[in-house]
Nanobody, 114 residues
Framework: VQLQASGGGLVQPGGSLRLSCAASGSIFSSAAMGWYRQAPGKQRELVAAITAGGNTNYADSVKGRFTISRDNAKNTVLLQMNSLKPEDTAVYYC?????????WGQGTLVTVSS
C-alpha cells in the first residue's frame, strides 16, 4: 500500500485548504484512515480519523473547523480545513490502519501565516 498526500501550501489565517490522500491497493474501503500532523519541535498528533464505516473522530483543537471524508470509489480520503489558524501550521500525514498494519504517507506541509 502507498499513500500519496497533496494539497498543502501557504494560506492566510482564516483561510481554507483541502488535503487529499490517494491510496493504492484493494483494501481501502475496509481500512480506517486518518490525518496526523507534526509541528516543529512537537510530537505527531491525530487530527482526524474516519473508520471504514464512516464514523469520524477529531482532535478538540480542530472540531468545527476541519472535516474528514472518504471516497471509496476513488480510494481517497480528504481533509477540508477551514478557519485556519497559525497553530495549524505543521506537516500533515495521511495514515491507514488495517488489521494491525499501519501505513504512512510522505506528508504535506501546511503553513498558516500572514
Amino acid at each position: 500500500v502507498q499513500l500519496q498526500a497533496s494539497g498543502g501550501g501557504l494560506v492566510q489565517p482564516g483561510g481554507s485548504l483541502r488535503l487529499s490522500c490517494a491510496a493504492s491497493g484493494s483494501i481501502f474501503s475496509s481500512a480506517a484512515m486518518g490525518w496526523y500532523r507534526q509541528a516543529p519541535g512537537k510530537q505527531r498528533e491525530l487530527v482526524a480519523a474516519i473508520t471504514a464505516g464512516g464514523n469520524t473522530n477529531y482532535a478538540d483543537s480542530v472540531k468545527g473547523r476541519f472535516t474528514i471524508s472518504r471516497d471509496n470509489a476513488k480510494n481517497t480520503v480528504l481533509l477540508q480545513m477551514n478557519s485556519l489558524k497559525p497553530e495549524d501550521t505543521a506537516v500533515y500525514y495521511c495514515n491507514q490502519k488495517y488489521f494491525g498494519r499501519n501505513t504512512w504517507g510522505q506528508g504535506t506541509l501546511v503553513t498558516v501565516s500572514s
